[in-house]
């Protein structure tokens, strides 16, 4: 990935503010990162199971095109052998015509 995020859940949890006397209320700012940390195990639990379904899905594309380069061979092994068999058939039919109109 190109861009990994600075902050995790823990980061989050363990960061401490200076107190001064005209700063925020802590317990605002305490659940506000509350939310913040709830929010960031959603997004890294949606991102890992969107990264397990790519690896999947790529694992299952792989395997249908092998499959069809396998049965791509088959369809042009089957038509080679299908070509051989009409051109003897053809051949013996030319010779049987010979046989005929010889007579």
Known sequence: MAHQPKL????I????????FKGYSV?????FLDDIITDYQLYQAQ??????????LQRSN??????????????DAAGDAN???????????AKLEQEVYKK
Request: proline share 0%; no cysteine.
């Open 27 to 31: 317990l605002e700012v305490d659940s």
């Open 62 to 75: 792989s395997a249908l095109q092998n499959k069809i380069l396998e049965l791509q061979g088959r369809l």
């Open 47 to 56: 991102l890992t199971q969107a990264m397990s379904l790519i690896d999947q």
């Open 13 to 20: 949890y363990k960061k401490e503010f200076n107190v001064e």
């Open 8 to 11: 995790s859940a823990e980061t």
């Open 83 to 93: 070509g051989a068999q009409h051109v003897d058939v053809l051949k013996r039919l």
